[in-house]
């Protein structure tokens, strides 16, 4: 029990926005909203990226999309009932990495899902409503649901593996409970952008969650990272890498920018065209427990090379190097510089017709990490790979411009 004058942990942020979409009015063929959990767990083989799971909720202000080769044809836009309760036609995606394989997909399903806040009358009773808590549910036999306690002491994410998926070696379930780590990183940090003619995004991110539960009766244990998304426009390339460190330090990068793979039309991982690129913004993030600071950076540079170590046979382009990723940051006070090797490659190819009986393209990658060096710089001297237990992490890379 805990004493009288402690209390459990709980979530802190606004998270008034968790559960609703449409924050601003809807454009044909660039609205998409997604929940997008990244979960990093323990592996008991020791592989230093750790056992990853990737889970996305989401819906589409389109027709038409091919999703790996799923045809998706969302009908509507979300809908609400007079509780304000969301209706949408989406789908769930996931993959999961064993820490030898990639497992993709690990959840690809069609189907309507009900998003609500716990406001709603057919929310369970609770003591503590209307502070953020609320789930998103589909529609499905199977419990494939994620939600967030009305005290915001916790969120759950239930999953059952698509057949496919399972009989090749994947759970068959999951049942994880997402728990706050330290208040730098558990916290809802929104962000937001209007552009021209009302496109923009709204974003919703948790840094750094403690992830415990079981999958197939086997207890597991590790770390998460949250995005609820809402964005209409155009996407350009980018670069985005998170990491997650044993003390409790988070690290992150961006770069969106220009780049000859903007009109790439293939998921092929590489291509001539693939080694320059004009950054659009810079953004990175350090949130270190050793010093107790949060440093920005805007100043990034992100290169990619090919490794030695190659895209399993699961994967979209068997047997092709996959990308080691050279980072520095800095600001007036702070140097990081990191090399992150990525170990496997989840891959997401979207295809959509668009105006002129045009069709446009989005490759998107993610990869699994192991952090191969890093040096950290600052007024208090340098620290080093060494210095830190273990280090899981993931970055993104994708092309081509969904339109």
Request: aromatic share 10%; charged share 20%.
């Amino acid at each position: 029990m805990l004493p009288n004058d402690e209390s459990p942990p709980v979530f802190d942020g606004d998270f008034s926005t968790m559960w609703s979409l449409a924050q601003r009015p809807p454009i044909w063929h660039l609205t998409w909203d997604w929940w997008w959990w990244l979960v990093m767990l323990e592996d008991p083989n020791g592989a230093p990226s750790g056992r990853q799971l990737m889970v996305l909720w989401s819906t589409k202000d389109n027709d038409m999309v091919d999703v790996n080769g799923t045809q998706w044809e969302p009908q509507g836009r979300p809908g609400k009932d007079e509780h304000g309760a969301l209706a949408l036609d989406g789908m769930v995606c996931a993959w999961w990495f064993d820490g030898k394989h990639m497992h993709e997909p690990y959840v690809k399903q069609i189907c309507k899902m009900i998003a609500m806040d716990d406001t709603h009358p057919s929310w369970p009773e609770a003591k503590e409503i209307g502070k953020g808590g609320g789930a998103v549910v589909p529609l499905l036999d199977e419990d494939l649901s994620m939600g967030l306690a009305s005290d915001l002491s916790k969120f759950w994410l239930r999953l059952k593996g698509d057949d496919a998926a399972v009989q090749g070696g994947a759970p068959s379930e999951m049942d994880l409970t997402i728990t706050p780590w330290n208040p730098p990183m558990s916290v809802a940090r929104p962000s937001t952008a209007t552009y021209a003619a009302n496109m923009g995004y709204d974003i919703l991110r948790v840094h750094g969650t403690q992830v415990t539960g079981t999958m197939d009766g086997e207890s597991i244990k590790g770390t998460g990272y949250f995005q609820k998304v809402c964005v209409q426009a155009p996407s350009p390339p980018w670069y985005w890498g998170v990491l997650h460190f044993e003390d409790g330090s988070y690290m992150d990068w961006f770069l969106p920018h220009l780049s000859p793979t903007m009109t790439s039309r293939n998921p092929r991982p590489w291509k001539k065209r693939d080694i320059q690129h004009i950054a659009l913004s810079q953004g990175g993030l350090f949130h270190d427990a050793k010093n107790h600071r949060s440093e920005r950076f805007a100043r990034v540079e992100v290169s990619k090379q090919p490794s030695a170590m190659l895209e399993g046979p699961s994967g979209q382009s068997p047997g092709a190097p996959l990308p080691v990723f050279s980072v520095k940051m800095w600001n007036g006070r702070t140097q990081i510089e990191l090399v992150v090797q990525a170990v496997e490659r989840a891959h997401w190819h979207f295809d959509q017709p668009t105006r002129g009986g045009l069709w446009s393209h989005l490759t998107y990658n993610e990869y699994p990490l192991e952090l191969k060096s890093l040096k950290i710089t600052d007024e208090f001297g340098v620290r080093r790979r060494e210095d830190y237990g273990w280090v899981r992490g993931n970055a993104e890379h994708a092309w081509g411009m969904l339109h």
